[in-house]
């Protein structure tokens, strides 16, 4: 089993939508989260990160992170057609030298239709 | 600035044959990170370092796998005996609190 399942696995939305993007953690290890976007033929570049509970927003993308329910979402406002990537939610665990030791979700792949 | 830098970008061979990953981080990361990528899926670690120590190599299939970073900077990722299994794309990162990855060599394992 994934330690990190991300939903849906695809996704298609209208030029200038919302787009919401889930991911859960099965270990409760994770304790901080990443969102990373990757478009066809290159690497992964970060989005986003968000360690603590409640809402993260950085110009058309918030992250809402609940620990409890190890659940974290990314939303995408007025969504653009260079938006049209997979996009990966990452997780680690707080413990010296396993910070940036992510452990990946399948990913969502968003197609965001003109 | 310059990115993490990965060559080759494309890599085809035949089972059995041997093949080698380079990869030039970006200056100053002391972190390393090397990311095995099957198609359609998210990248799993293969391999990182600190410097030139390996802090972590148990995702790595080390019966065919090897990988160094001997003056801490530049790194090599090589496979000994390729099996069409090992087909996928091979990322290198650095970073600290982010990782930034390179564009990969995509390996096909004929």
């Known amino acids: 089993q994934q330690k990190v399942q991300q939903s849906p696995e695809s996704l298609s939305v209208p030029e200038g939508g919302m787009a919401s993007l889930n991911c859960t953690s099965s270990d409760r290890n994770f304790q901080y989260f990443w969102w990373y976007r990757q478009h066809s033929g290159e690497g992964p570049k970060a989005l986003m990160?968000?360690?603590?509970?409640g809402d993260k927003k950085e110009g058309r993308f918030t992250a809402h992170l609940n620990k409890a329910s190890l659940h974290v979402s990314l939303h995408i406002r007025d969504s653009q057609p260079s938006d049209s990537a997979l996009y990966f939610c990452a997780a680690s665990e707080p413990l010296s030298g396993s910070f940036n030791k992510l452990t990946f979700g399948a990913g969502t792949r968003l197609a965001v239709c003109p | 600035e310059a990115g993490v830098t990965q060559s080759p970008r494309y890599a085809v061979l035949q089972e059995g044959q041997a093949v080698s990953f380079w990869c030039d981080p970006i200056s100053g990361h002391d972190t390393l990170y090397w990311y095995q990528q099957p198609r359609d899926q998210g990248p799993q670690l293969l391999v990182y370092?600190?410097?030139?120590?390996?802090?972590?190599n148990s995702q790595l299939p080390s019966d065919r796998f090897s990988a160094v970073r001997p003056k801490g900077t530049n790194s090599t990722l090589k496979i000994q005996s390729a099996k069409q299994g090992d087909t996928a794309t091979y990322l290198c990162?650095?970073?600290?609190?982010?990782?930034?990855f390179g564009s990969g060599t995509r390996l096909t394992v004929l």
């Open positions: 990160s968000i360690f603590s509970d």
């Open positions: 370092f600190r410097d030139e120590a390996v802090i972590d």
């Open positions: 990162a650095s970073g600290a609190e982010t990782l930034y």
